[in-house]
């Protein structure tokens, strides 16, 4: 699945200072979230669900140029893992915040994804992050900060929970009739590192319906990469 697909990218984009936030769920309620033809993906029997904001930058169609005002934007993502019938593994998204109204738009009527707009604004200033989200029409705004601890970045090992988590190259969707969709994307391995985040918001898996004590069981943050969007195919 990390492999570059033989057809043609459909988008361009460069996703940039992400921060992984993920809590042990248990499976058998991520299953009930999931329509038939998904299956919760786990690690050593737990399921995860994880909680990630990011910048997403120079967003465009393969075929132009990214355009001002319209190509940069925040987004902060609910979302679990699960595998398709066949194994494939991919990304359940229970919601994607987002503050730029067309990336709302085409993500809903192209790829089927639960996409919100929100007020969003961030920050970045000597290595640390500020992040603060409210989707519209919710009354609690949800509030992230983090950094990464010196020292070099590193790529996730097959096999072990890091890898599990961020390297997912899937995301699986369901049009308005209930069918299937799995879509690809492409990108180089993300360098990541621990990350110190002093500040979280567990809001937006609540509104996700799913109610989360505690700190976050991994907390990771990754540099920025690019990375080529590919069409949805119906299973």
């Known amino acids: 699945m990390r492999e570059r697909p033989s057809v043609p990218a459909v988008g361009q984009q460069r996703w940039s200072d992400l921060l992984f936030l993920h809590w042990q769920v248990a499976a058998d309620a991520v299953q009930?979230?999931?329509?038939?033809?998904?299956?919760?993906?786990?690690f050593e029997g737990t399921a995860?669900?994880?909680?990630?904001?990011?910048f997403m930058?120079?967003?465009?169609?393969?075929?132009?140029p990214p355009l001002p005002w319209v190509s940069w934007f925040l987004e902060l993502?609910?979302?679990?893992?699960?595998h398709d019938r066949a194994g494939r593994p991919g990304v359940w998204f229970y919601s994607l915040?987002?503050?730029?109204?067309l990336a709302v738009l085409v993500a809903r009527r192209f790829f089927h994804l639960p996409y919100f707009h929100a007020k969003m604004r961030a920050t970045s200033r000597a290595g640390a992050i500020q992040y603060l989200s409210q989707r519209r029409g919710k009354?609690?705004?949800?509030s992230f900060a983090w950094h990464a601890p010196s020292?070099?970045?590193w790529e996730a090992a097959p096999g072990s929970l890091e890898f599990f988590?961020?390297?997912?190259?899937?995301?699986?969707?369901?049009?308005?009739?209930?069918?299937?969709?799995?879509?690809?994307?492409?990108h180089p391995p993300y360098r990541i590192s621990q990350a110190v985040a002093p500040e979280f918001s567990v809001e937006p898996a609540r509104q996700a319906e799913f109610e989360l004590a505690g700190p976050p069981l991994s907390a990771l943050c990754a540099r920025a990469v690019d990375v080529s969007i590919y069409g949805l195919r119906k299973l």
């Open 151 to 153: 020292g070099d970045p």
């Open 57 to 64: 930058k120079r967003i465009r169609p393969a075929w132009l």
């Open 97 to 101: 915040d987002c503050n730029q109204p």
């Open 32 to 42: 009930a979230t999931l329509p038939p033809g998904l299956f919760v993906d786990t």
């Open 165 to 186: 988590l961020v390297e997912r190259y899937a995301l699986f969707s369901a049009d308005p009739s209930g069918a299937l969709h799995c879509g690809r994307v492409h």
């Open 48 to 54: 995860y669900l994880g909680i990630v904001p990011f």
């Open 77 to 82: 993502n609910v979302r679990t893992y699960v």
């Open 139 to 142: 009354p609690t705004p949800s």
